[in-house]
């Protein structure tokens, strides 16, 4: 999957470039760093897009509330789960967790050399106590059952996240507020360890879901699904979405959620290709689990990013074209439907570095 990994990166640092120099456009505001994110008009609000984007964050929902209805309305043999204490390091989360959150939150005057490095604080508090949680309800967690797989995903969290930055170059939908003037390797760090916190929250939280009945086995028979596979139809969706990468940087205002949308296909075509397990395989015998687990996982921990980003010093804003209304903290109402496909990229990124059996359904 070597190969797979470096297509995968090549596409996705490469392809926007290659559309923009093919309209002639100059590259270099788009790879100054660090990034500057000012040099994009956006469209404004627009009734009908909102209308029609808004229309398929309701469908996504509600298909996501109908199959978790669904999951409770049938009769499933309830998981034997032993009952378990909470541990001791949780309670450490649940403090570490709390004391960030203040401290993100409040201007103290003898914090103030730190306050612009705070957004580590609640989430390693958060990931701690999201796997304590697991452990009490199911004597399992992605923490203890595979602790040096998981504190490998905090360096690949990094790396991910990266890629996401650098798209964002070319859309231009967020920016960072009250950053100090950093030298790059300074700002590369500082950085780094906010994005490293990011797949260990949104994968604690993914198997902290599956010990609900609800989703598991809720979820495990639910409506089988016949999707088109094969080369074929994996390299047309590879193809497709190389597209939409490639002229995100000329049709920003459009195109955009591509950001969101393309590195999975990019990713489970891959997969496809090389003759491996897609996280959509598992819909054509009826089993929802893992996708659903993972986009809710992903909404839960956008709402926490979120409002934990909205009082902090250093924090970001959003300039999202033609949607911008109704905020929730600082994020646009539609926003919110992009972490239900992020959700499943980190998923589908955590099972390529920890395994599918270890963030599989216990």
């Known amino acids: 999957m070597l190969l797979g990994g470096i297509i995968f990166a090549a596409m996705l640092i490469g392809l926007p470039l290659v559309g923009l120099i093919v309209t002639n456009t100059d590259i270099g505001a788009y790879l100054e760093f660090p990034p500057v994110t000012h040099n994009v008009v956006h469209a404004p609000f627009d009734a009908s897009a909102f209308a029609v984007i808004g229309a398929l964050d309701v469908m996504m929902l509600l298909g996501i509330s109908i199959l978790l209805l669904s999951s409770i309305n049938k009769q499933h ?31 103290f005057s003898w914090f103030q050399p730190l306050q612009e490095h705070t957004f580590c604080i609640p989430w390693l508090g958060y990931i701690l106590t999201v796997n304590a949680l697991c452990m009490q309800r199911s004597g399992h967690s992605p923490l203890t059952d595979a602790p ?83 080369r074929i139809p994996a390299t047309v969706t590879l193809l497709a979405a190389g597209g939409g990468l490639t002229f995100i940087g000329v049709y920003p205002d459009s195109l955009y959620p591509i950001v969101w949308i393309a590195p999975l296909l990019i990713l489970c075509s891959l997969q496809a290709l090389w003759c491996r397990p897609t996280l959509f395989a598992d819909l054509q015998s009826g089993d929802w689990r893992l996708i659903i687990a993972s986009a809710v996982a992903g909404l839960i921990c956008g709402f926490f990013w979120e409002m934990w980003n909205f009082y902090s010093l250093t924090r970001w804003a959003y300039t999202i074209p033609l949607v911008d209304r109704f905020h929730i903290f600082a994020m646009p109402l539609l926003g919110y439907g992009g972490y239900l496909p992020f959700g499943m990229e980190c998923l589908v990124i955590g099972q390529i570095v920890m395994g599918r059996e270890l963030l599989a359904p216990v």
């Open 77 to 107: 043999a309830i998981l034997v789960r032993i009952p378990h204490t909470f541990p001791s390091w949780g309670w450490w989360g649940v403090v570490i967790m709390m004391t960030g959150w203040v401290l993100a939150w409040t201007r």
């Open 148 to 230: 040096v797989k998981f504190l490998f995903m905090f360096p690949a969290s990094a790396i991910f996240w990266w890629f996401f930055e650098y798209l964002n170059r070319f859309v231009q939908n967020w920016y960072y507020v009250q950053v100090g003037d950093f030298s790059p390797v300074e700002y590369a760090l500082l950085a780094s360890m906010a994005f490293a916190t990011v797949l260990p929250a949104v994968l604690s939280t993914h198997r902290l879901l599956l010990t609900f009945t609800v989703f598991n086995p809720g979820l495990s028979a639910v409506r089988p699904v016949s999707l088109p596979h094969g």
